[in-house]
């Protein structure tokens, strides 16, 4: 529906003032009014303007407020990377990988210590009494849980 400037803002139920308002905004307008013309605008289509105007000053803060706050969880993500090398090159921080490879060394040298044991003490114990063998044996395994302990080492044969 056609109508002038008064009637637009009866129909929207605001004041005359705002239908300007909205005209300087960017409101279409059918025929600017001057000295002897009337202004036309068409109802519907300043309604959908306006319905699109408000959907996009909605958005528009919402897009605002969610590039906000993803800029600064990037900034609070690259300052806390930044911490944790820092923390590495401190000697600081463990990295889970190098302490599971680590500690997998460390349990296939240990397999490798028990499982020499026998080797090892075989030729030793030939000829000595059951006392000096459980003794030597004993002496054995606690080299090889000394090992484990300290995580030096030792030559496994």
């Given at each position: ?5 008064s ?9 005359l ?35 699109a ?88 395994c ?14 496994a044969?």
């Amino acid at each position: 529906m056609q109508v002038n400037l008064s009637e637009c803002a009866e129909f929207f139920g605001v004041q005359l003032n705002t239908i300007k308002a909205w005209v300087n905004k960017g409101a279409p307008v059918i025929q600017r009014g001057g000295k002897g013309t009337p202004w036309k605008l068409d109802t519907v289509e300043v309604y959908e303007w306006r319905e699109a105007a408000i959907r996009e000053d909605a958005l528009g803060s919402i897009d605002f407020t969610d590039y906000e706050e993803a800029r600064r969880r990037k900034i609070a993500a690259e300052a806390a990377m930044a911490e944790l090398e820092l923390m590495k090159a401190r000697g600081e921080l463990l990295v889970i990988e190098e302490v599971i490879a680590d500690q997998a060394a460390r349990d296939a040298n240990m397999r490798a210590r028990v499982l020499g044991i026998g080797a090892k003490i075989a030729p030793l114990i030939e000829g000595m009494s059951v006392n000096e063998r459980r003794t030597e044996i004993d002496r054995a395994c606690r080299e090889a849980l000394a090992e484990l302990a300290s995580g030096v080492s030792l030559e496994a044969a």
